[in-house]
């Protein structure tokens, strides 16, 4: 039976996981939104991040500190995806965002046999003092798991925000898509920027796969499950924004918990592609473009 107090719950847990859903794409929403990169390999490079946390965790790492270590790293990883896709792709400009595709599906791809062949398909998990408990308020029970997600998400959308309009290079970031010549004449190289930036953006997506395997347990085909998720989340924020990313997030995590509530789990996969299609519909820009 449906009650007020179900309701309730079920909006406190979505704003959770909502923000949990733009942690894990705001990686995406820098790649994607300001560099034009065709980024269908996020959710693959978010999984591959979640079994490197669990890598680190076998040797007594707390997650979320793993998902810090993990940065680094992944930031060159970034980097020279992005000069590879450059090299090969966007510098002869005919059809790079076409070939773009090819080039990140077939990357996402390779990840994921990678996965497979080094861990099996058993689903892996780590453990830290805050999985698995849970506060209460009220009647309420709210996993700590999904409070961790919170704020990482917020941390990573005060930052990215912060970076992004109080630097020269954050400056240059956001201006990179829109007038590369422009940018020249400032003195700053438009292919270094977007390395850069696309580094950024793959760095994030270490603590968000950090994240990942914090809510819950990871399996290596699991990027598919968020592909429409994490590009639901971006296009509705309006490309590029960050404080969009985390409010886009939180009505998707809303509308999913509800779904879930009332109808059944059945649903709720179909919410994602639901939004994005009803976004591009009614309001192509996205809630926070211009």
Same mark, same amino acid.
């Given at each position: 039976?449906? !009650?007020?107090? *179900?309701?309730?719950?079920?909006?406190? *847990?979505?704003?959770?996981?909502? $923000? %949990?859903?733009?942690?894990?794409?705001?990686?995406?929403?820098? !790649?994607?939104?300001?560099?034009?990169?065709?980024?269908?390999?996020?959710?693959? %490079?978010?999984?591959?991040?979640?079994?490197?946390?669990?890598?680190?965790?076998?040797?007594?790492?707390?997650?979320?500190?793993?998902?810090?270590?993990?940065?680094?790293?992944?930031?060159?990883?970034?980097?020279?995806?992005?000069?590879?896709?450059?090299?090969?792709?966007?510098?002869?400009?005919?059809?790079?965002?076409?070939?773009?595709?090819?080039?990140?599906?077939?990357?996402?791809?390779?990840?994921?046999?990678?996965?497979?062949?080094?861990?099996?398909?058993?689903?892996?998990?780590?453990?830290?003092?805050?999985?698995?408990?849970? #506060?209460?308020?009220?009647?309420?029970?709210?996993?700590?798991? *999904?409070?961790?997600?919170? $704020?990482?998400a917020l941390v990573l959308t005060?930052?990215?925000?912060?970076?992004? !309009?109080?630097? %020269?290079?954050?400056?240059?970031?956001?201006?990179?898509?829109?007038?590369?010549?422009?940018?020249?004449?400032?003195?700053?190289?438009?292919?270094?920027?977007?390395?850069?930036?696309?580094?950024?953006?793959?760095?994030?997506?270490?603590?968000?796969?950090?994240?990942?395997?914090?809510?819950?347990?990871?399996?290596?085909?699991?990027d598919r499950a968020y592909i429409?998720?994490?590009?639901?989340?971006?296009?509705?924020?309006?490309?590029?924004?960050?404080?969009?990313?985390?409010?886009?997030? #939180?009505?998707?995590?809303?509308?999913?918990?509800?779904?879930?509530?009332?109808?059944?789990?059945?649903?709720?996969?179909?919410?994602?592609?639901?939004?994005?299609?009803?976004?591009?519909?009614?309001?192509?820009?996205?809630? %926070?473009?211009?």
């Open positions: 039976m449906f !009650s007020f107090e *179900l309701l309730m719950d079920a909006i406190v *847990l979505g704003v959770l996981v909502g $923000c %949990f859903y733009a942690a894990v794409s705001i990686g995406l929403s820098v !790649s994607f939104g300001l560099l034009d990169v065709p980024h269908l390999a996020h959710p693959a %490079f978010l999984v591959l991040a979640a079994y490197c946390t669990y890598m680190l965790g076998e040797y007594g790492v707390d997650p979320l500190i793993a998902g810090l270590l993990l940065m680094p790293p992944f930031f060159l990883f970034g980097m020279a995806a992005y000069r590879i896709y450059y090299e090969t792709f966007e510098k002869r400009g005919t059809d790079a965002g076409v070939r773009g595709l090819a080039f990140f599906f077939g990357v996402a791809f390779v990840i994921e046999v990678m996965i497979i062949l080094v861990f099996g398909v058993d689903q892996r998990s780590v453990s830290a003092p805050y999985i698995g408990k849970a #506060i209460d308020v009220g009647d309420m029970r709210i996993p700590m798991r *999904l409070i961790v997600a919170f $704020c990482v005060i930052g990215l925000t912060l970076y992004l !309009s109080k630097t %020269f290079t954050g400056r240059a970031i956001r201006a990179v898509a829109q007038d590369e010549a422009a940018l020249r004449l400032m003195g700053a190289n438009p292919v270094a920027i977007k390395q850069w930036a696309f580094g950024i953006a793959t760095a994030t997506v270490a603590l968000a796969g950090a994240l990942l395997i914090i809510v819950g347990p990871v399996e290596p085909t699991l429409g998720r994490t590009f639901c989340v971006v296009v509705m924020a309006g490309l590029g924004s960050m404080t969009g990313t985390l409010v886009a997030g #939180i009505i998707l995590g809303v509308a999913e918990t509800i779904v879930l509530t009332m109808f059944g789990a059945s649903w709720a996969p179909a919410i994602s592609f639901g939004l994005l299609l009803a976004i591009l519909a009614v309001r192509p820009q996205g809630l %926070f473009g211009r």
